[in-house]
């Protein structure tokens, strides 16, 4: 049980370039979200799912598309980067069947240059 | 979701109790408050949640009052190691917590 795995732990992109950020979770969770975190600041929603084939826009959901196309996975897609998405981001899944919290995976560090 | 208020950071000695507090003046009969914490640059970890008994696990303690618009987190013995950033939230479980806000939390410096 690996529990939320992120992957890649470092990516630096070149303004413009696009990407998918990777999360998966064997746990068979059906709510997944996807946060980022600017140095010495909170974390923000960018969009989260309920389900597998259902999504919807978080806080800042600008410049990042995401799809669900199975339980387990929950990709993050930037369209063009720019240096303003130079941040951490941590995906997150959680089951519907109890009242705990979010379990994090650890994060993709990104660097748009 | 209703939002909170919490002390931007705090100090505790280690061995001593921590005691985080939260403020949620605007919370609905049908939210419940959830504490998480965020070691360093890892991401962050539930802690405890309740709806308005109070509430204890291996972690920590959870205290709401009695009219629910305010919390404290309680760690009974804080060891360097609970050097982190900890979140209080609020959210209505009726709704699945699809949208689960964070706020600025409260850093915790536990000293030697």
């Known amino acids: 049980n690996a529990g939320v795995t992120q992957t890649p732990k470092f990516q630096v992109l070149k303004t413009g370039q696009s990407m998918t950020l990777q999360c998966a979770q064997d746990?068979?969770?059906?709510?997944m979200s996807w946060y980022r975190q600017d140095p010495g600041m909170g974390l923000r929603l960018i969009h989260y799912?309920?389900?597998?084939?259902?999504?919807d826009q978080g806080e800042v959901p600008n410049g990042y598309n995401v799809s669900r196309s199975t339980t387990e996975d929950f990709p993050l897609r930037l369209l063009s980067a720019a240096p303003s998405q130079t941040s951490v981001y941590f995906c997150?899944?959680?089951?519907?069947?109890?009242?705990?919290?979010?379990?994090f995976g650890s994060g993709t560090r990104l660097t748009v240059v | 979701d209703a939002k909170t208020t919490q002390p931007p950071s705090m100090d505790c000695a280690e061995g001593r109790a921590a005691n985080l507090p939260c403020n949620h003046s605007?919370?609905?009969?049908?939210?419940?408050v959830y504490w998480y914490r965020q070691i360093h640059s890892q991401g962050p970890q539930y802690i405890i949640h309740?709806?308005?008994n109070n509430e204890t696990n291996e972690m920590a303690s959870l205290i709401i009052t009695e009219d629910r618009k305010s919390s404290t987190l309680i760690l009974p013995h804080a060891t360097l190691r609970d050097t982190a950033v900890y979140y209080c939230?609020?959210?209505?479980?009726?709704?699945?917590?699809?949208?689960?806000?964070f706020g600025a939390g409260t850093r915790l410096f536990v000293k030697a």
């Open positions: 997150a899944s959680r089951s519907t069947g109890s009242d705990y919290g979010y379990t």
């Open positions: 746990m068979n969770h059906e709510y």
């Open positions: 799912s309920v389900g597998a084939g259902i999504t």
């Open positions: 605007t919370i609905s009969g049908n939210e419940y």
């Open positions: 309740g709806l308005k």
């Open positions: 939230i609020v959210r209505s479980f009726s709704t699945g917590g699809f949208k689960t806000i």
